[in-house]
């Protein structure tokens, strides 16, 4: 099935320290979603992006839609343990395609 | 306001046997998507509905098929299963379709022996 490259595939961090991670795709997307799903649950979504070059914040994330429209890009700040968890992103155009998912780890 | 629900949580098949999977959105949704989600293949779309019609599908046998009802409420069912079925199955639902701001249930765990 059609997935989005998406990198690093895990990260481990210490806590306090910021993360990047980013989407990127050979098409052109109208939306950008970013969702974090803990284990055993659902993805839960944290932004949404509609506009080329668009930079969201929530709370410690903030995301930016990529001017091209092929990538999308997502930072936590001052990270914590309950960050801990997958995220994913999203592009849609007529359906919503997710990316690989990015394993974050963060260590007290 | 309710979120997403999906019953069961967990269920456990054989081999040929069918399964029917439910999902009630969040009330006054009428999009529901459906979602399989694996280790190896990540989150693969397996098909949307809005006002009861299918509006997309993903690329899934046959074997999967799915019905949404007048009270946005869906069902997916799958057929013959077969091992590689084994799987997190995701409801997803959104407002409207696409606005693709999609709210997923915990997901029915299947596992195929």
């Known amino acids: 099935g059609q997935q989005l490259n998406q990198s690093p595939q895990s990260m481990f961090i210490q806590e306090g320290e910021d993360v990047s991670m980013n989407c990127t795709s050979s098409?052109?997307?109208?939306?950008w979603l970013w969702y974090k799903q803990d284990p055993g649950e659902g993805p839960v979504l944290l932004i949404a992006?509609?506009?080329?070059?668009e930079l969201t914040s929530n709370g410690r994330l903030t995301a930016q839609f990529g001017i091209t429209r092929k990538d999308s890009f997502l930072n936590i700040s001052a990270s914590i343990p309950s960050d801990v968890g997958i995220y994913f992103c999203?592009?849609?155009?007529?359906?919503?395609?997710f990316g690989t998912g990015t394993l974050l780890a963060v260590q007290p | 306001k309710a979120g997403v629900t999906q019953t069961p949580r967990y269920l456990i098949k054989t081999r040929g046997q069918q399964v029917t999977l439910s999902c009630s959105p969040i009330?006054?949704?009428?999009?529901v998507s459906w979602y399989q989600q694996t280790p190896g293949q990540g989150l693969q779309f397996l098909f949307e509905?809005?006002?009861?019609?299918?509006?997309n599908k993903g690329n899934f046998p046959g074997r999967f098929s799915g019905r949404q009802f007048s009270n946005s409420r869906s069902e997916m069912n799958v057929s013959t299963l077969e091992l590689g079925d084994s799987a997190l199955y995701l409801c997803?639902?959104?407002?409207?379709?696409?606005?693709?701001?999609?709210?997923f249930g915990p997901g029915t765990r299947l596992t195929v022996t």
């Open positions: 999203g592009g849609a155009t007529n359906k919503l395609i």
């Open positions: 992006l509609y506009k080329a070059g």
């Open positions: 009330s006054g949704h009428r999009s």
């Open positions: 997803a639902s959104m407002l409207a379709s696409g606005t693709y701001e999609q709210y």
């Open positions: 098409s052109i997307f109208n939306t």
């Open positions: 509905y809005f006002s009861e019609t299918q509006r």
